[in-house]
Every structure is written in structure tokens, then in C-alpha cells.
């Protein structure tokens, strides 16, 4: 599956067979990057498989795994992450441990990168009490998943007059491919079901609107050792996506009592409230 390339500037990205990776993945193929994916043997790659791209088994949490992954890179896109999981230990053992890995692994192997890009996540940031955030704005993660985040942007940041980067904070992303974020909502709104969550505000990203914003940041001289959030201009209560997925799918609750509450929904719309 591998292809030799001349003048190309090669690039890894990790987490290349997830949702947001793969769409990475196809966008950098078409700017013409030589591409190498960082995939696990369990990862499903259905979307990039038979792209003309290098794919690496490798583990971010097994440095001995990721010497031949960042051999010769000049770029690379760190995306793998632990989204959910019911041991808060295990979001600092990948996302926290693994990001030191991965930066330990290219300055042990002297690679010269131009850019180390890092897909933080809004959540790092908390709930401001204000209905819009910016840079500068404190960060009070209340999670597990948000301060892993965090605290690998920190560690980033003591490393970054050794290695150059730059850092994403993205919101809740939505498109083709998910599984997660707003597609539970979609296949229960398709079925005339409406959920009741508190009212929240949170900002989103369309899935190749937020790939496009990613290249930019790792490209763009001007971005070097900054951090940015990466999503839309303004923000949306839940009743505002809500009515917006029922007017696309052209579907209205079953009755006004079809209002349940979802436990795994209310904690997604409560990670990515601004206030």
C-alpha cells in the first residue's frame, strides 16, 4: 500500500482511521502530501484504505511503536484521543501520556519538523459563564477528558523551543462518518423523537470546514507556538440544533410527551457549554 514519492512533503497523522482523521487523511492527499496514517490493528480504515497513502501500526501509548511512524515527517497532525471512557485514568494514560510520547519519540529521533499540530479540544477551556470564548479566556476544565487535554497542551507548550507547534482547540464537529457528537440525535429525531437536556450554548464545526482550519494552522508561519479555537463565529442553544436537525430531517416528535432525557446526550451538550 505504500508509494515512493519524490518532492513531496511527508506528513503523519495519528488517529487516521477516526472521524475526523480520515476526512484529514483525504484532504491532505489531495494537496498532494505524502501521507502516513498512525492506525492500531483494532481501528476500522474502511475510509482510507484505498487511498494512496502509508499506514503504520502504532500505538501512541507504546513509544517503542511510533520510532518508524515519525521517520523522515515534516509535518504531523496528532488527532488520536480518547473521547469517553469510564476510568478518568485512562484520558491521561492516552490522551496526556501518549501526546509526551509522540513529542519524546521525534526529539529522540532528531526528526526536523516544520510543524507538530496538536487537535486539542474546546472543553479544555471549561465553561466561561459567558456565552462566547475566546484565546485568552481562563481554562477550568471539569472532566477527566478536558484536563488530559489540557495538560497535554502544557506539556506542548515547555517543549515548544525544542519542537514547532501549534495547537486546535476544536468543538463539538459533525459530518459524514461520526458516530458520536449529534448523530445519536439524528437517528432519534428520524424516528420522531425528541430529547429533553437542559438548556445549553455550544459552539460546533462542520467536519471539512474544521480539516480545512486544521491544514491552515500547521501550514501558516504566523501560527507557530499559538494556540487557536477552531469552529464557528457564533454559537447555538441545544433547542436551536435541535430544531435545525427536525427541519432537515422534515420530522416532528411523536407527541409532546416524546421528551425523554438522555444521560449520554446531556453529557455531551454539558462538555461543550460555554456557560
Not at 151 to 172: G, M, N, W
Not at 221 to 231: A, D, S
Request: proline share 4%.
Amino acid at each position: 500500500m505504500k508509494r515512493k514519492t519524490k518532492n513531496k512533503l511527508k506528513v503523519l497523522v495519528t488517529g487516521a482511521a477516526g472521524f475526523i482523521g480520515s476526512h484529514l487523511v483525504e484532504a491532505l492527499k489531495e494537496k498532494n502530501y505524502d501521507v502516513v496514517g498512525l492506525i492500531t490493528e483494532t481501528d476500522d480504515f474502511r475510509w482510507i484504505k484505498n487511498l494512496e497513502a502509508s499506514f503504520v501500526f502504532g500505538d501512541i501509548t507504546d513509544k517503542s511503536s511510533l520510532y518508524k511512524a515519525v521517520s523522515g515527517v515534516q509535518y504531523i497532525y496528532h488527532l488520536a484521543a480518547l473521547l469517553g471512557d469510564p476510568n478518568p485514568e485512562n484520558y491521561y494514560r492516552i490522551n496526556c501520556t501518549g501526546t509526551k510520547n509522540l513529542v519524546n519519540v521525534c526529539l529522540d529521533s532528531g526528526t526536523e519538523l516544520q510543524r507538530f499540530l496538536f487537535t486539542s479540544s474546546i472543553t479544555a477551556m471549561g465553561p466561561s459563564g459567558e456565552n462566547k470564548l475566546h484565546e485568552e479566556s481562563p481554562c477550568n476544565p471539569v472532566n477527566g477528558y478536558s484536563h488530559s487535554k489540557l495538560l497535554a497542551e502544557k506539556f506542548l507548550e515547555s517543549k515548544k523551543e525544542q519542537l514547532p507547534t501549534t495547537v486546535v482547540r476544536l468543538p463539538l464537529v459533525y459530518g459524514p462518518r461520526s458516530v458520536g457528537g449529534l448523530f445519536p440525535l439524528f437517528k432519534m429525531f428520524n424516528k420522531g423523537i425528541r430529547f429533553n437536556i437542559q438548556t445549553t450554548e455550544i459552539n460546533l464545526g462542520f467536519v471539512q470546514d474544521i480539516v480545512k482550519g486544521i491544514i491552515l494552522a500547521a501550514e501558516s508561519p504566523v501560527t507557530l507556538g499559538k494556540t487557536y479555537l477552531l469552529g464557528e463565529d457564533k454559537v447555538y442553544t441545544s433547542n436551536q440544533i435541535f430544531d435545525t436537525i427536525e427541519k432537515a430531517l422534515g420530522k416532528k416528535p411523536l407527541s409532546s410527551n416524546c421528551h425523554f432525557r438522555c444521560s449520554t446526550l446531556s453529557l455531551i451538550f454539558s462538555r461543550y457549554a460555554l456557560k
